[in-house]
């Protein structure tokens, strides 16, 4: 008998927690009652959602018990947030969505309680790869530099990595597929590695954010989405392609995706060839030529109350390394020095949802292959094809990372998450030549943060402690010039971070953040020894040196009504042992010696833009920003790549709204300004003033019931000379990229 009342009881129990629910409803215009098409409805904490049919109905089925966030959207219409209660077998939700000339509002996936921007007490940048793609940007690392704040390192069209508020390199942590991207990052011409396709969107967190993601995230995050799978029991497809004119750039991916009601599967296949890029001046810079493969697929598998998704993408591009204008080429293929990047990207996300709480468990494990050519004199008696099969660098860095994240159940008005992080990784040397030595380091960290939500206004606490360990091999022998001596430090640091969110009203918020972050140095900074050949310098590295460790403080402003949106924001940053390279005057193998130096430093600046589209005409959008930052060391000395204030000014068009006819059209003409940048460090260049013009316009337009998507642009199309700052080419007099003009064409299938 008493078996039988515990197996009751058991049945019982299990019938309570994956009693499957369904939502559905209706959505309308509350203008005209009429029903509204494909409006978004999603849950961002279960990560399920659907789209409303032809007559405005949704049905979401197998949703868990509990009260859970949901978002509907809708481009022209303000969006709804709101938490939903799911008790019973059927909830009914039914809405009209009030029209508005506001962009329509996405959740932010890079902070920890997935809100909307309004409702977020960090501000967080966003922008989709479409509307990136649209402005003609060739690659990822150029697309972002459209965000007020950030810019980009560049060696040519094809090396890019981003600069946040004026730090780089390992201060700024790139993630995607939900972990931590590891690609050798610590090199200025090392770009990020991972191709547009299949990504979604992109946000950007301005400023310290280790208390979520640990070490390397001292100057901010930038946040890869990859896309989204398809809706339960739909099919789809997608082409796209685009060919840029002055790179003779080809740029193509296509996908597929499709999902049952518990099954979920995608796949997307891209490339990317360039030639030598033009400057203004009609000279092709040699061998800033690049080739790219991308794969990206994925798996999901969904119950009730358990969802987990596997993700794989394989990358690999051929960079050549440009050193000088010489022969004018329209080859593709890549000459010496050139880099060899194979790229593995393996990530598990699970999830478990209870009544009121839910556990995250992601895993992810990334290889990074690596390998340099350099130019090369050949010997009597070698092969010139064996010699150039060898590459001088061969790196193999090996990274697994774990992030487990519990959602407490929320209490009154507030919500908490404790956390646990970490990884292993791996760095080995095939190659000739040892830049950083064959290394082990190892990550932990402990993590608690809370979200409480009062009236008029929002809180945000955090703390968290990290502890990073890294231990390298010794390399080549004892009193010669290359000898690396090994390396065994432990790294420990306790951050804090607090947020504080106003509604003052509906459309003014005021937000103000002070988080503290740090940067353990990387095995470059503690090891080197030896040519760096991409950055033609001998550097050698301090195994002394100490965390990087800093206070950032932000304040920002923010008013928005239907047809007025105005934004100024601004940071002081305080950095404690600051890592940077300094000369010592000497020259080593021809090349001048660089030593890794510590300083305390300081950087400050901020972002303010206006955005204006007035009634009636709300086809018309005035947007105007503006962003600066400085940074100095304690010396009052000027810190290196630090990126030249701008200002952009875009007239933007949406002809949908003048008449419905044209689907998706817009055009839109950009000035952006760049200022003289004297403010400069000992070994570097000033930068003079130049602008930039840039237009563009698309459409969708239907052929034979199909539909297809156009868009052109033409960046830099008066065809200007200049030298940005953050060029890495400026130091031999080598010009950015002139004219480009992009066409791109996708089609849905």
């Known amino acids: ?142 697309g972002i530099t459209t965000i007020p704040g950030v810019e980009s ?79 339960s029991n739909d099919v789809e497809g997608d082409i796209n392609f685009n060919y840029f004119t002055n790179t003779k750039g080809l740029n193509g991916n296509g996908g597929f995706k499709a999902s049952s009601e518990k099954l979920k599967f995608l ?53 050549g390394i440009p050193e000088e204008i010489g022969e004018q080429s329209t ?45 090369h004199e050949h010997g009597a008696e070698e092969s010139i094809a064996e010699e150039e099969e060898a590459p001088a660098l061969d790196m193999k860095l090996e990274t697994l990372s774990y992030n487990l994240q519990y959602n407490l159940a929320k209490i009154g008005a507030v919500e908490t998450i404790i956390g646990l992080q970490g990884m292993n990784q791996n760095n080995s040397n095939f190659g000739e030549e040892v830049l950083i030595p064959d290394a082990t380091i190892n990550d932990i960290g402990l993590l608690a943060t809370s979200h409480i939500h009062l009236n008029k206004s929002d809180i945000q606490l955090g703390v968290r402690y990290d502890k990073r360990s890294i231990d390298s091999d010794e390399n080549g022998l004892v009193g010669n010039q290359n000898y690396i001596e090994a390396v065994d430090r432990n790294f420990n640091s306790f951050n804090i971070a607090v947020g504080y969110k106003v509604d003052f009203s509906e459309n003014f918020i005021t ?70 390279l300094e000369p010592n005057g000497n020259v080593i193998d021809g090349n001048a010696v660089f030593l890794y130096q510590q300083q305390n430093a300081n950087l400050f600046g901020g972002e303010a833009g206006l955005h204006y589209h007035p009634h009636p005409l709300d086809w018309l959008h005035m947007e105007s920003n503006f962003s600066t930052v400085t940074g100095k060391l304690k010396n009052d000395s000027n810190l290196p790549l630090i990126p030249a204030n701008n200002w952009a000014n875009t007239l933007r068009l949406e002809f949908s709204k003048i008449n419905k006819d044209f689907n998706n059209g817009y055009c839109f003409l950009t000035l952006k300004s760049f200022f003289a940048q004297n403010m400069v460090s000992d070994f570097e260049t000033t930068t003079n003033e130049y602008s930039l013009l840039n237009l563009g316009f698309g459409a ?40 480009n003009i992009n066409l791109g064409i996708s089609v849905p299938l």
Request: hydrophobic fraction near 35%; proline fraction near 3%.
């Open 331 to 375: 080859e593709r293929s890549a000459i010496e020095p050139f880099q060899d990047i194979t790229s593995h990207i393996l990530s598990s996300k699970s999830n478990i949802y209870f009544k009121n709480s839910s556990l995250q468990a992601i895993i992810g494990f990334t290889r990074n292959d690596r390998k340099e050519f350099e130019n």
């Open 153 to 231: 390192v560049s060696t040519g069209v094809g090396i890019g990595k981003p600069v946040i508020r004026g730090l780089s390199s390992n201060r700024v942590l790139t993630y995607t597929q939900g972990i931590r991207l590891e690609n050798q990052q610590f090199g200025d011409e090392h770009g990020l590695g991972i191709s547009d396709a299949g990504i979604e969107s992109v946000e950007i967190i301005k400023g310290p954010a280790s208390l979520l993601y640990g070490s390397d995230a001292l100057g901010g995050v930038l946040y890869l989405n990859p896309e989204k799978f398809a809706n």
């Open 511 to 580: 937000r103000i953040n002070i988080a503290s972050g740090f940067r353990a140095p990387n095995l470059a900074e503690l090891t080197s020894n030896g040519t760096h050949e991409g950055t033609n310098r001998y550097e050698i590295g301090n195994a002394d040196l100490n965390n990087e460790r800093n206070v950032q403080t932000d304040l920002s402003l923010e008013f928005k009504n239907e047809h007025f949106e105005f934004y100024v924001n601004g940071f002081y940053n305080s950095i404690s042992d600051y890592i940077y």
């Open 1 to 142: 008998m008493k078996n039988i009342y515990i197996t009751m009881l058991l049945a019982l129990l299990i019938q309570f927690t994956f009693a499957q629910n369904t939502l559905k409803g209706n959505i309308t215009n509350q203008e005209d009652q009429k029903p509204l098409e494909q409006v978004s409805i999603y849950f961002p904490q279960l990560e399920k959602g659907t789209v409303t049919n032809v007559d405005g109905y949704f049905e979401i089925n197998n949703l868990p018990s509990g009260k859970f966030k949901i978002v509907i959207s809708y481009i022209g219409f303000q969006t709804y947030s709101q938490t939903v209660e799911l008790l019973e077998p059927f909830t009914q939700l039914s809405l009209e969505l009030i029209s508005s000339a506001i962009e329509m509002e996405e959740v932010i996936v890079s902070t920890p309680f997935h809100k909307l921007q309004r409702e977020n007490v960090m501000k967080v940048d966003r922008t989709s790869i479409k509307d990136l793609k649209s402005a003609g940007a060739i690659n990822l690392s150029e």
């Open 267 to 319: 796949v997307r296949l891209g490339g990317n060839s360039h030639v030598d890029y033009k400057t203004g001046n009609s000279e092709r810079v040699t061998n800033s030529r690049f080739n790219e493969k991308d794969l990206k697929t994925g798996l999901a598998y969904q119950l009730t109350n358990f969802k987990t998704e596997l993700r794989y993408n394989y990358n690999n591009s051929e960079l």
């Open 700 to 739: 969708t337009v239907s052929i034979s019931n199909q539909p297809i998507e156009f868009k052109l642009s033409a960046n830099n199309i008066l065809d200007k000379e200049y030298i940005s700052h953050l060029s890495r080419l400026k130091s031999d007099g080598i010009s950015n990229i002139g004219r």
